[in-house]
């Protein structure tokens, strides 16, 4: 999950596009794809042209994740249960102490409290590396965006208005399979890694969210490429293998699955923006298996 600062564009790029119609290579019916800002506000949905035409026209909805199932008290207990560390380990002995008056600092300026406080520390000081990381990256969205309400989710919105229809929503992942990937798949000295390359380059970070959230909000997918490849050029940029965990293997999985999804109903996909782009991206899958894939106006 990025940080999200809500700069808004004055105009859409001539070119702009979010929502894509998919057809041909023998469907009966087009389905629909559209890429997502998982911290996007709901009320965007009404900029995206065709979103509410797609939406009725498509008889199911799939997104990275059956949002429901996610919220089970079964699973929120897995996903909390993955974003601790194990018993009688906490971040202040995973860390220097000089790596701790870093973090304190950056949580200091978020928060105005660190982990001195012993309430902050009992909260946060045994998370993992990486449940911190996205807990600082909300933190900062929130800094700068107090109205967001976290109940109010961008992706939820498409499941929420196909079920309210009455119209099956499913997912391409399980919550074991994201819980795996996304808080246990990082080693931990690599998350400690990352958790200090957020502290150490926290001016950078917010620069390049800020590039790719003003992208998402002009719809100009190019831009957003753009900057999901920019670097550091130093151990702080994600390797090769962390990016085809993170992103292209999650792609290559969905797209093996979408020809036989498409083929029983048409089909409204929600999955985010950045699985979308790219020559292993979602829409150039779907064009080398033989789709047109074109931008809904």
């Not at 002995?93 to 520390?121: C, W, Y």
């Not at 048409?266 to 999955?271: N, R």
Request: hydrophobic share 40%.
């Amino acid at each position: 999950m990025l940080t999200l600062a809500l700069v808004l564009t004055a105009a859409l790029n001539v070119n702009a596009q979010l929502l894509y119609k998919i057809s041909g290579n023998g469907l009966e019916k087009p389905s629909y794809i559209i890429g997502t800002y998982h911290l996007a506000p709901v009320s965007f949905t009404d900029s995206i042209p065709g979103l509410k035409e797609a939406l009725n026209a498509a008889e199911q909805e799939y997104g990275e994740l059956d949002m429901s199932d996610m919220m089970s008290a079964e699973n929120t207990q897995k996903m909390q249960a993955a974003m601790m560390l194990p018993e009688g380990q906490t971040l202040d002995k995973l860390l220097t102490a000089e790596q701790m008056t870093r973090l304190n600092a950056m949580m200091k300026s978020l928060m105005g409290m660190d982990m001195t406080n012993p309430m902050i520390a009992q909260q946060l000081g045994k998370m993992t590396p990486k449940a911190l990381t996205l807990q600082m990256s909300l933190l900062m969205y929130l800094k700068k965006n107090p109205n967001f309400n976290p109940l109010q989710s961008f992706d939820s919105y498409f499941q929420e208005v196909m079920a309210g229809a009455g119209k099956p929503v499913k997912g391409f992942e399980t919550v074991d399979f994201q819980v795996d990937v996304l808080l246990r798949g990082t080693p931990m000295e690599r998350q400690v890694e990352n958790l200090m390359c957020m502290v150490d380059n926290q001016e950078w970070q917010e620069m390049m969210v800020d590039r790719i959230v003003s992208a998402f909000f002009s719809q100009d997918m190019k831009t957003i490429e753009v900057a999901f490849d920019e670097k550091l050029n130093n151990s702080c940029d994600d390797t090769p293998e962390e990016r085809d965990r993170l992103i292209y293997s999650r792609n290559a999985n969905w797209l093996k699955v979408m020809p036989q999804i498409m083929s029983e109903k048409s089909t409204f996909f929600a999955v985010g923006a950045g699985h979308l782009v790219g020559e292993k991206g979602v829409l150039a899958g779907l064009k080398k298996a033989g789709y047109t894939v074109e931008g809904v106006k």
